[in-house]
Nanobody, 122 residues
Framework: VQLVESGGGLVQPGGSLVLSCAAS????????RAWFHQAPGKEREGVAA????????YYADSVKGRFTISQDNTKKTVYLQMNSLKPEDTGMYYC?????????????????WGQGTQVTVS
């Protein structure tokens, strides 16, 4: 299984970005796909997740109303629409797949990870 993120970059506060996470070697059905944020010097934190089976979505309080997670029809690509970006949103963003149990927002519960994409809000 390979997860490849793209779409990061430099954006001004209040701006928007769309991150993509493409999966290969992975069926994508009936699983949780998530985005995590890791700020410099901090632990990886769950931002948003989607259950690929029925499209249910979950968000951290810090991004509710600003970020939207979605999946394509194949359930192999997941997107993160990021609006009203703030400097504190700066950091690496990782996508994850294959929740092995427990809460969607704990990094240790996922089996597969991408390499990450950098988002800088400044």
């Amino acid at each position: 299984v390979q997860l490849v993120e793209s779409g990061g970059g430099l954006v001004q506060p209040g701006g928007s970005l769309v991150l993509s996470c493409a999966a290969s070697g992975y069926s994508g059905s009936s699983d949780y796909r998530a985005w995590f944020h890791q700020a410099p010097g901090k632990e990886r934190e769950g931002v948003a997740a989607v259950y690929t089976g029925d499209g249910s979505t979950y968000y951290a309080d810090s991004v509710k109303g600003r970020f939207t997670i979605s999946q394509d029809n194949t359930k192999k690509t997941v997107y993160l629409q990021m609006n009203s970006l703030k400097p504190e949103d700066t950091g690496m963003y990782y996508c994850a797949a294959n929740l092995r149990g427990g809460s969607w927002y704990w990094a240790g519960n996922y089996k597969y990870w991408g390499q990450g994409t950098q988002v800088t809000v400044s």
